[in-house]
């Protein structure tokens, strides 16, 4: 049963959804002076809900040190986020107001929605590629 789907019309009358884009990991590859340089792949135009954070969410975090302007992502399938087991992670997520977040935990993980706690970046975060060409982005 898709509970998201359900509700997410309802949400969206108070806070709707907006258009982000994800720049998902894509690994690393040696700069020309030898460093490591991210390597990310774009998805644009992914609806998103963007809320503050609940105060259960804050206790959450409470002790992991995690600074920083912080908000709460609801979106539709399954998004990680960062996995030091699985050596992936690094996700990041372009806000319409061209502000750039890190997916740093996934509060709630479901088979057809993810929330994350996204911290705001640098803008742009070192090694981040320019902005897509505005043509791209959804309208």
């Known amino acids: ?21 994800i720049a998902r990991s894509a690994g690393w590859k040696p700069g020309a002076d030898g460093a490591q ?19 259960d969410d804050l206790r959450q975090i409470e002790g992991l040190n995690i600074q920083g302007n912080k908000m709460a992502v609801y979106f539709t399938g399954d998004w990680g986020t960062i996995i030091r087991v699985g050596q992936f992670g690094g996700d990041l997520l372009l806000f319409p107001d061209q502000t750039w977040w890190l997916a740093t935990i996934n509060v709630e993980n479901w088979p057809d929605w993810s929330k994350i706690i996204a911290v705001q970046q640098v803008n742009p975060p070192l090694g981040t590629p320019p902005l897509p060409p505005l043509d791209v982005w959804p309208s």
């Open 1 to 21: 049963m898709n509970l998201h789907g359900m509700v997410t019309g309802i949400i969206g009358i108070i806070n709707p959804n907006v258009s982000i884009t």
């Open 37 to 55: 340089v991210p390597q990310y792949t774009f998805t644009y135009g992914v609806p998103a809900q963007i809320q503050p954070m609940a105060t």
